[in-house]
């Protein structure tokens, strides 16, 4: 097998919009440490988000690098180039050493009928009665349905090994993590189209350590989960099922797990998660990209005064434009505009009254998950405010960091990691 940078067990990938958080997002890794359970933090940032904000990738370095400089943090971290594709990756390379291959839009575009055959050959494993570990079924897997999802992914891997090798030309293979992602695609994968998946990668000689599948379900925006938590529950465990069986069957890395995409706030999953996890005794990647921006705002609300206001005004230039603002996003989130309070009622809420709504508890009548959903696509708002949004968060940092810190050390990190065993 290649070399590779090993990924702990349990990881949080962080995103940090306006790179003003990077100590409080520690500081959320920090407690959890004290209280017995590392979680390795990775920040992770976009190409299309850096675009967003006019931001470069070495920028999310630096302020990784002086968080932990500030905080004394001397565990491993990571910082990584979330999704991107070959045409994306470059800019990336110096400053990342985790690099999440988005290979979406390559899943179902069809390989060549020799490639499929040539799959289809090399692994007769593949076909017939196939007994996974702690399983409660074999599975059954038809050579015909073996060439139809090796003619569905075999592009999507051969793409993600170019990107691999790519990276690893430019980079050098053991100075940095792969994950896969195919969560940005309409349809979820089954567990034994998970199995060939993996069985593919491994043949372009990945040293694959976290799989980004797309769940059953929906995964909205900065809000909770929405669809079946039994089925979740099922489906969950049989990929880790696959996983662990596919890490000694194809020699992938023994750290292999699954990365969950808008894992923020999923909270009624974090349970079966957890369940899950220590049942199998896996380890788990959990991207929550977006909730500190969230923080931020409820930081500035907080305050009082001119915060107030700013979150106001932003919630005031993202209701007029909800049309445009939503529209990139529709498939992740569900807002029923009906529900949102105009301009007029926000004008007049206290810090509480604005806090309650926006802050995720969902024990709070006057939490409004329309209200969250909208100011979470709403961020480019705080970047035409430029000087006036970035100055509020220095001056109110304080209130705002710790805002940043409870979110994620108290509705993230430990319902779903605390208790479980950090070794194998
Ligand atoms: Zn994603």
């Excluded at 993590?177 to 567990?191: G, L, R, W």
């Amino acid at each position: 097998m290649k070399r590779y940078l090993p990924l702990g067990k349990f990881s949080l990938g962080m995103g940090d919009r306006f790179a003003h958080q990077g100590k409080a997002q520690l500081r959320a890794c920090l407690l959890a440490a004290e209280l017995g359970f590392d979680v390795v933090p990775v920040w992770n940032k976009s190409n299309r988000e850096h675009n967003f904000i006019g931001t470069e990738p070495a920028s999310l370095r630096a302020e990784a690098d002086a968080a932990v400089k500030a905080l004394g943090w001397k565990r491993p971290y990571h910082v990584d180039a979330d999704h991107i594709r070959i045409d994306t990756v470059g800019r990336f390379i110096p400053s990342s050493d985790f690099f999440t291959i988005d290979v979406a839009d390559s899943i179902g575009k069809p390989a060549s009928e020799d490639e499929v055959r040539a799959f289809v050959e090399r692994h007769p494993e593949l076909s017939g009665k196939i007994i996974i570990p702690n399983l409660d079924h074999p599975l059954e897997i038809s050579p015909a349905e073996v060439k139809c999802v090796a003619r569905k992914y075999l592009r999507a891997s051969r793409e993600a090994g170019e990107i691999y090798r790519f990276i690893a030309a430019m980079k050098g293979a053991e100075h940095f993590i792969t994950e896969i992602s195919m969560d940005e695609t309409d349809c979820p994968q089954t567990p034994q189209e998970l199995l060939m998946i993996l069985a593919a990668l491994a043949d372009e000689q990945i040293p694959l350590q976290t799989l980004a599948p797309k769940f059953t379900g929906r995964f909205n925006k900065g809000v909770d989960y929405v669809g079946d938590l039994r089925q979740f529950e099922r489906e969950f465990s049989e990929d880790l099922a696959i996983i662990a069986f596919v890490i000694n069957r194809y020699t992938l890395p023994p750290s292999l797990k699954l990365s969950v995409h808008s894992g923020s706030d999923k909270f009624s999953l974090y349970e079966p998660i957890r369940r899950a996890l220590k049942r199998f005794g896996a380890g788990l990647h959990v991207k929550t990209a977006g909730t500190t921006w969230l923080e931020e705002v409820i930081g500035l609300a907080e305050a009082g005064g001119e915060g107030l206001e700013i979150a106001r005004d932003i919630y005031a230039v993202a209701l007029e434009h909800v049309v445009e603002f939503c529209a990139p996003y529709a498939s992740v989130i569900d807002i029923d505009r009906a529900q949102l309070p105009d301009i007029a009622t926000v004008r007049g809420w206290s810090s509480p009254q604005f806090v309650s709504a926006l802050r995720h508890d969902p024990a709070n009548p006057a939490y409004n998950p329309n209200f969250r959903q909208l100011l979470h696509v709403s961020f480019k708002v705080a970047t035409k405010f430029g000087d006036r949004y970035l100055d509020a968060l220095k001056r109110h940092e304080e209130i705002i960091a710790r805002n940043v810190t409870e979110n994620l050390f108290a509705r993230h990190l430990k319902p779903l990691f605390r208790d479980l065993e950090a070794e194998d």
